[in-house]
């Protein structure tokens, strides 16, 4: 399973940004799709997490802000972040869970949130 993040950039302080993550390869049905991100000097830290059923699961201080969702004929998680402050600032990256067991990761893509 490959997995590939899109959407990323620059963008100002209360703006927003929807990522992306495509899970391509084959013989595989993912159960659990989640964000993660990793901010300058700390450690990766789960945003949210859904399900193949579309059961999303936020961490308390992105509820509200952030709603992901995702796709399932495309193998895609989408992460719609509104609102975003400087320290929204991070490598985001997602994560597959597969049915048969083992987890993906994406490579990250890079958000930056500054004026």
């Known amino acids: 399973v490959q997995l590939q993040a899109y959407g990323g950039g620059l963008v100002q302080p209360g703006g927003f940004l929807t990522l992306s993550c495509v899970a391509s390869?084959?013989?595989?049905?993912?159960?659990?799709m989640g964000w993660y991100r990793q901010a300058p000097g700390k450690q990766r830290e789960l945003v949210a997490r859904?399900?193949?059923?579309?059961?999303?699961g936020y961490v308390n201080s992105f509820q509200g802000r952030f709603t992901i969702s995702r796709d399932n004929a495309k193998n895609t998680v989408y992460l719609q972040m509104n609102r975003l402050k400087p320290e929204d600032t991070a490598l985001y990256y997602c994560?597959?869970?597969?049915?048969?067991?083992?987890?993906?990761w994406g490579k990250g893509t890079l958000v930056t949130v500054s004026s």
């Open positions: 390869g084959s013989g595989f049905s993912i159960d659990v």
């Open positions: 859904i399900t193949r059923a579309g059961s999303a």
């Open positions: 994560k597959a869970e597969v049915e048969s067991g083992g987890d993906y």
